[in-house]
Structures are given as structure tokens and as C-alpha cells.
């Protein structure tokens, strides 16, 4: 059973008084505190972002190919979808604060092998050990959140990490841009990310203060190790396919066996035998849970799976340099800004969320479906135009799915169920950015060989995915890889229509539940101003059958508290609180 290291005195006078487990945060505690969560999530993202404009020149600079470029994102996201449950579970059992430490310290080494990476292959593995410390900052903030505010609350700071997450994306192209444009070269990208994970060590240890927990500790190693193991080996399946063998093959017959087996094994273990599984199926007897984690995964192929291949697409099919290509991701992320802002502050509001997360798949899915429109030619103002519509609907549905999930769940499985959440969205990503670099590299070194062909060139060696440096190429060639490059891209957005449309669907499948006031779903109620009207309004029209307010209260009605220091619990009718804290029946 959980329990706080230093309870309460117990021995109480009465009884009917609210036990307060801790002292309640105030937003400024609570700001303070989430300072050095989100300088942790920015290094998280930019990690990602700042590399993105860098990947051409990298690729050149180390003669990659296409499945090289693919495969440092994929590294990435790879290492962080199999561990993220792990350190979800990890949350429930372990000091939070010092995971996530723990977290900043690995990426901060894999940053520093990257920056020195001699070759690809150094490069994609430096990328991996990165993917280790963002799958535990990415599942870690949300988890440290929850652990300190309600659900009702959650989505007015969840409006927060929003806002990094779009700073992050914006200033990340940006910042690799000019980067990789001075004398730095693509190597500085790898050390911007250092210093800020300093200092949000420093921030966090200095301001994030958490009650210790302490409970029975039994981690499920045998089924952590079949999760991250038949993940992988799906995940290079899906990677490899149509490049090193056929996608219908014994090679490709024999992976997705195994992966298959080794996934069976884990669900056994986890429903069977472990204590404390890494991802409790309990879980998924949970609508919302299921459906939340579907919508989570198609948002994760359709969004990761596209839009990481457009860095490429503006500087290979129309020609710009990485800063330009950078600052063609103001558009999509201006958008995100504004709705993650907006409808978190909203839905804490009001405590009301499924209208927001439909409305934000609606436009994802529209987004999408215009984006597969595009070409080599398209007028980069209606690029942006269409950049800006997807922003708008990520922004609004990304966190807000999270939230949903957290406001089902006990704090005892919160860690778990919100890691889950990020592994399906990690792992649809992976699968995604795998899956969309084959079809892209397929279709490009097609589009090449046909185009060479008819110019009477030599295709040898010229469809192998190897990406040049177009700026060297006469015009001609110049000329049919940047058409090749940009019809192929149009076909990545038209493939990630369906993924975003079931997402829409398992979001209207979902039946809302109003964001509850109490940090875990088994306490008492907050009551709120939002809840002390509709009780007022309760009361109000019951006074005219009874004649008496007193009569006429719910047995249930808790007396609004304003929200200060250690006064943010409800104080049940007819006991209250002096000015000195202490209880004072009347």
C-alpha cells in the first residue's frame, strides 16, 4: 500500500474532517516547481528539432543514404518507445525526481557521443543512448504533473508544455539552421542541447520538491525486457523492409515472427505472473484508456511520420538553405502555440475536453489531406497555410489525450497508464517515420531511374537512396530531384490521412468524463468555483420545496474553500476553520 513517508498526526476529534495527506501547492509553488520540468521536456524536443535541418548536410557530410537519414530519427525514437513504460513504472515505485535527473544525465552523454560522431554508424547509435533519456523525460514531466495537481488543473499547466513544445519545434529548426550555416557546422546542433540540460539539473534540484513515497518494490524485469525486445525487432522489420529484403520474404516472415512471439510473451507476463507490471492490462478495461491509446498511436504515425521528412522536402525539392527551411516551421507551430495554450486553459476551465480533442483530429485530418496535394512547385504560402491547419490540430489533441487518460486512472497507476499513452504514440511514430522513409526512398529512386531514363543518363548507382548535394548537380538532374523529392512528399501526407482519420474516430467513440478536481480519483472532491455555483444553483432550487438552505443542501455538498496555501481542501458543511488553521466545529 503507498503511503507518505511522514503522515500526518493522526488522533483526530473529528472525524468527519478532511485528511490532507500534504500541503497543497499554490501556482506559484507550482510554477516553480514545473520551471525545471519543462527546461527538461524543451531539451527533450529540441533534441529532435534541431537535428532536422541538419540531417541533409549530415547525411552528405558522412556519406549516408536515404535509410541512414531515416534511421538517426528512428534511433531515436526507437530506444525511447521501448523504454518509456519502464520508466512509467519506475515513476510508481521510485523517487521522480531523481529519475528524471537520471534521464538529462543519459542524453546528455548521448549528446556528447553525437557531437564527436565520425561516422553514421557512431551517429545512430549516440542517437539511441539520446532516445533513452528522452523516453524518460518524455513520460517523466507528465507523470511529476500529475503527481501535484488535479486533472481539472492539469490542463491549465498542460497549456504550458504546449507552449515549450511549440518553442521548441520553432526555435529548434531555427537555431540548427543557423548552426549548420556557420562555422560550427552540423556538429554544434549536438552540444546546444547540453547547457540547457545543466541547468534544468540545477533548476530541478533546487525547486522541484515531491512527498517521498515508499511501497513494496517488485519491478517486472522479464517483461520490461520483452517489450523493449519485440518492439525492436518490429521496429527494424518495419525500418528495413523494401530496402535490405523484400517486405514479403523468409527474412521479413521470420522478424515479424519473432516480433510477434516475444510481444505474446510479454502480454502473458504482464497479465500473469509479474507484481508490478510495466504496463498493467488492468488498464485497458478502461474505454477511454483504450481508445485515448489508439488515437494517441495514429496521431503518432500520421504526425511523426510526415512531417519529419519536410526539413527535407524544402531543402532538396525547392532549393532552401537550412535556416530558410527553419523558418518554414514558424507556420505549423504558431498554430500548435495557440491551440495548446488555449485549450488547456479552457478545459481547466471548464472541465469539459472531448469538444477540443474532435475538433483538433477534424483539422489534423484536413491538414493532411491538403499537405498530399503539394509538389515542387507549390506556392510556399499555401504550404504554410496548410502547415498552420496541422498545428491547430496537434496542439488541441496531443496533451489533451494524455489528460484524459490521467483523469480516469488512480495515482497509484499514473505513472503507468501516462507512460503507456507516450509509448503508443512513440511507437506509432517509429513505426511511422520507418515505414513513410521506405515508401519515400521507394518512390524517389523510382521517379530518379524513370526521369535519368528519359534523358538518355546512365540511372546506375543513381536510385541507390544515396542523397547528394543537389547544389553540385547539373541543372537537369538538379531539376528531376527536386520534382522527385516533391511529388514523393505529397504522397507521405496523403498516406497519413487514413492513420489521422481513425484517430477522429476513436476520439467521437470516447465518452467524456469531466475532469475531476482531486489529484487521484479515489479522494474526496475539490470543491471549485465551477462546482460551489452548481451547488448553489442546487440548493437554490430546492429552498422552494423545503423552505430551508439547511434542508435543501446535498448530503454531499462540500462549502467552497478559496484556493491558498493549505486551505484547498473542502471543508465538509457545518465544520470549519478558523484563522488559526485549526478545526472549529459549529
Excluded at 516475444?262 to 488498464?283: N, Q
Amino acid at each position: 500500500m503507498t503511503q507518505l513517508v511522514d503522515p500526518p498526526a493522526s488522533g483526530s476529534t473529528a472525524p468527519e474532517a478532511p485528511v490532507v495527506a500534504a500541503k497543497a501547492m499554490t501556482h506559484r509553488e507550482v510554477l516553480e516547481a514545473l520551471s525545471g520540468l519543462l527546461l527538461a521536456m524543451f531539451v527533450a524536443m529540441v533534441s529532435s528539432t534541431v537535428v532536422t535541418n541538419a540531417l541533409p548536410r549530415i547525411v552528405a557530410d558522412l556519406e549516408g543514404t536515404q535509410t541512414g537519414y531515416t534511421w538517426v530519427v528512428v534511433a531515436t525514437l526507437l530506444t525511447m518507445t521501448a523504454t518509456t513504460p519502464l520508466w512509467g513504472k519506475l515513476a510508481d515505485l521510485y523517487d521522480k525526481k531523481i529519475l528524471v535527473q537520471s534521464a538529462l544525465v543519459i542524453f546528455t552523454i548521448g549528446s556528447l557521443i553525437a557531437a564527436f560522431a565520425p561516422s553514421m554508424e557512431v551517429l545512430i547509435g549516440a542517437r539511441a543512448v539520446q532516445g533513452l533519456g528522452v523516453g524518460g523525460l518524455t513520460a517523466l514531466v507528465q507523470v511529476v504533473i500529475a503527481s501535484m495537481v488535479s486533472p481539472r488543473e492539469r490542463g491549465r499547466y498542460s497549456g504550458y508544455i504546449g507552449a515549450v513544445f511549440a518553442l521548441a519545434t520553432v526555435s529548434g529548426p531555427l537555431i540548427g539552421g543557423v548552426i549548420v550555416d556557420s562555422p560550427l557546422g552540423w556538429r554544434g546542433c549536438f552540444f546546444v542541447p547540453i547547457p540547457i540540460a545543466a541547468l534544468a539539473l540545477v533548476v530541478l534540484q533546487r525547486r522541484l520538491h515531491l512527498p517521498r513515497i515508499t511501497r513494496q518494490v517488485s519491478i517486472d524485469w522479464l517483461g520490461a525486457l520483452l517489450i523493449v525486445g519485440g518492439v525492436s525487432i518490429l521496429l527494424v522489420w518495419v525500418s528495413l523492409a523494401g530496402q535490405q529484403y523484400d517486405w514479403v520474404s523468409p527474412v521479413s516472415g521470420l522478424l515479424v515472427a519473432v516480433g510477434v512471439l516475444v510481444i505474446a510473451g510479454a502480454i502473458y507476463v504482464e497479465g500473469c505472473v509479474a507484481t508490478e507490471p510495466v504496463i498493467p492490462l488492468r488498464l485497458f478495461r478502461d474505454r477511454t484508456t483504450v481508445l485515448a491509446t489508439i488515437a494517441s498511436a495514429m496521431i503518432g504515425v500520421a504526425m511523426f511520420g510526415s512531417t519529419v521528412y519536410l526539413s527535407q522536402y524544402f531543402q532538396l525539392a525547392r532549393g532552401m538553405s537550412p535556416t530558410e527551411a527553419g523558418l518554414m516551421s514558424i507556420a505549423m507551430v504558431g498554430g500548435l502555440l495557440v491551440t495548446s495554450i488555449v485549450t488547456g486553459r479552457v478545459i481547466s476551465a471548464t472541465g469539459f475536453w472531448k469538444r477540443y480533442l474532435v475538433a483538433g483530429a477534424l483539422l489534423t485530418t484536413v491538414g493532411f489531406a491538403l499537405l498530399g496535394t503539394i509538389d515542387d512547385t507549390t506556392s510556399l504560402w499555401v504550404i504554410g497555410g496548410f502547415m498552420a491547419l496541422i498545428g491547430l490540430g496537434i496542439g488541441a489533441t496531443m496533451q489533451n489525450l494524455v489528460l484524459a487518460v490521467q483523469n480516469n486512472t488512480a495515482q497509484a497507476d499514473m505513472g503507468a497508464a501516462s507512460a503507456t499513452v507516450a509509448f503508443f504514440r512513440s511507437m506509432g511514430g517509429a513505426v511511422g517515420v520507418s515505414a513513410l522513409g521506405a515508401l519515400l526512398n521507394h518512390q524517389v529512386s523510382d521517379k530518379l531511374s524513370e526521369g535519368l531514363a528519359r534523358l538518355g543518363i546512365d540511372a546506375s548507382g543513381q536510385g541507390d537512396g544515396s542523397i547528394p548535394d543537389i547544389t553540385t548537380l547539373p541543372a537537369p538532374v538538379r531539376d528531376l530531384y527536386q520534382q522527385a523529392f516533391g511529388e514523393a512528399t505529397g504522397h507521405l501526407f496523403l498516406v497519413a490521412v487514413p492513420f489521422a482519420a481513425i484517430a477522429l474516430l476513436c476520439i467521437l467513440a470516447i465518452k467524456e468524463v469531466p475532469l475531476r478536481t482531486t489529484v487521484d480519483r479515489d479522494d474526496e472532491p475539490v470543491a471549485t468555483p465551477v462546482t460551489a455555483r452548481a451547488e448553489a444553483a442546487e440548493v437554490a432550487g430546492s429552498v422552494e420545496d423545503t423552505g430551508s438552505v439547511e434542508d435543501a443542501r446535498p448530503a454531499h455538498a462540500a462549502r467552497y474553500v478559496p484556493e491558498e496555501a493549505g486551505a484547498r481542501r473542502a471543508a465538509p458543511v457545518g465544520h470549519h476553520r478558523s484563522s488559526t488553521g485549526e478545526d472549529d466545529p459549529r
